[in-house]
């Protein structure tokens, strides 16, 4: 059995849904924060896979470059998000999302 | 020679701009008395230039600085025709009339340094006075319709800024608002009356020939229009009749009715009163109740051709002075009993005027000047030694301030027109011309008329001599009554800044009115008149004798009741005291407007706010309620649950997905898919 671009897009499209699933299921805002990595992971996986069997195989290194790209952004982004959560954490004593509902109308 | 009249106008204007600089109010007073020095010094050359050149032609000398253009390019018609020219004109009234002015705002500027000393308004006095004679110099030179009306306005402004010089006291808001809304009636007169005729006579004055040296024909201009109002009365303007010139004559008495304080607009006047005395004298003797007489004697060519409208003017006039007159007999208060005196000469210039006695009603106004000035500053003297404006509360003056009272005896005498004295000469020519009866154009008033106005001008002759006199009686005569506070010793002569203005202005009381004798009034008469009016009025017996003869009799009269108390005529005078009640509240006009507006403006204006409470506030009321339910049903969205707005960003996106996909495999007709 060869991998093709079909195996490839189903792996991405499944760690991207666990990674919703967790998103939204989960109240614990470091969970979710890892849910979201989930999620970058899965389109990652799909940008290379795009890269590699897409139109443009002839020259596979712009997808690829994009990926490199989207895990940067997301190693800054996670310094980002889990320097918030500390902040929320000494503020409100704990890290579970649904006590966050200060914006509440 | 000519162009220093822009000197003559702008100087006081550029005295009160410059007010505000120097470091002390003091020398703020000392640049605008120099300012009108300087107008006063050119308008008097210019006068005499003038009167060197009477027979020149042309007979007016108009000095266009700029001509206003309409904006952009427009087609012939209504708008293209709008070009007013800024500008000046010298004629024989403005060059007569300038001066005096002048001299007036002088005299009680000067007079004003002393009376105004330590008032806390000092410099914005002395900034109001230079520009509202600025105003008033701008009035009596303007050219046209256009420039005469931002000038009118301006004195208004300025007099009410002057009424309301102590706007701390109620009383003296009160005057300066009532003031300004009256006069404004009138001004709504003279703004239909310039806008209406300006629609009927802009096109035909375009299409005239040109005026020599000037870049357009001016459609407000008072000589061009001079021209097409009699043109008008003979039908040769397309579209304009005898009933235009009806219309336009009323609109403009009204506003000159509004402005010199004539029936039934009088009530302002005497409520002005508030105002400090040197700009009671001003607004009485040179600027402000001159404008209406001045407004009239511009557009006489106008009235002239609605000789009906000039009947009214005369009947407005003669029931004005009666009614002045018997006011100013009854009153207590001094400043009051000179303003109703006022309203009555004010009468007497309009009835002049409505009989065609159109010089002698510039001569009275030219008289007027002087004493009626010399009466409030010597009148502000008394108030400020005796420290009341009751005349009861007065008397002894005579003998405590004797420059003051030579002053007062000398206007007094010209306001009754006691003979030799100007008021004497120019209320006779009056009485002459209601006598003559004679336009210059040849009409002249109804037989009925004339002998009702006869009357008229012998009770306002008798009464305008007794009542000035009974003031003099009052308040020079016998002891000052007794009060708390008030030390009789210590009135005295007040100093030479208040002294030397009523001395002069004495002067002039006296020998101004020999402009009236034989020789010197057709001269006069001559020198005011319009170009190509018929100049038919000189000096004549009949009036000296009618007029002269009953001022006498007043005077007697008011020494014998005030002066000497003779029983008598005090028991008459006791019988007469219920009268005397009613005229001194100015026979309730007052009352009977705030009765009038009350019932007709104020309790109809009441039902408005009931729209507002219960439609505008229910319509508002009810947007609010709605808007409020709105938002507690929306508000659920927010629950502040971060997973649910998640999941409502995620749903968004898939549906977002499922819909391009859609689109872009063209399942919806007409988007995408269809490359």
New interface residues.
Partial sequence: MTIGITHLLVVSAALFTIGIFGLLSRRNSIAMLMSVELMFNGVNIALVAFARFGYNAVHPLTGMAFALFVITVAAAEVAVAVALLLLAYRRHDTVQADEFNELKG | MYNLTWAIVLAPLGAAMMAYLPETPRRAAYITILGTAASLVLSIIVLVYRLGHIDNNPYQALITFWTIQPVGQVGPGFVADFHPQVGILVDGLSAAIMPVVALVSLLVQVYSLGYMRGDAGYRRFFATISLFTFAMLGLVASPNFFIFYFMWEGVGVCSYLLIGHWWQKPEAAAAAKKAFLVTRIGDLGLLLAIIFGFSKFAAHVASLPGTPGQEVNDPFNFYLLADEWHKAHAGLVPGVGTRTLVILAVLVLIGAIGKSAQLPLSTWLPDAMEGPTPISALIHAATMVAAGVYLLARTYPLFLEAPHVLTAVAIIGAATAVYGAVVALAHTDIKRIIAYSTISHLGLMFTALGVGAYSAAVFHLFTHAWFKALLFLAAGSVIKAYGTQDIREMGGAWRRMRTTSWAMLFGVCSAAGVIFFAGFWSKDSIVNGILRNEFPNGGHVSGAVKGLLIVAVSVVSLLGAMYPFRMFFKVFGGEPARRRGFRPERVRDSGPSMLIPSVILAALSLIAGFVGIEGARYTFAKFVHAAGQNVNEGFAFGGVLLGGSLALLGVGIAYLVYGRHVPVLEAVRERMAALGRVAAEGFYLDAAYAWAVDRLVVRPAALFPRIDTEVTDAVADGAVQSAGAAALTV?????????LY??RA?VGVGLLAVGVTLAATGHFPGVGGSR
């Avoid at chain 2, 508000?635 to 997973?643: D, I, T, V």
């Fill in positions: 508000r659920r969205l927010q629950s502040g649950r971060l997973q998640t999941l995620v």
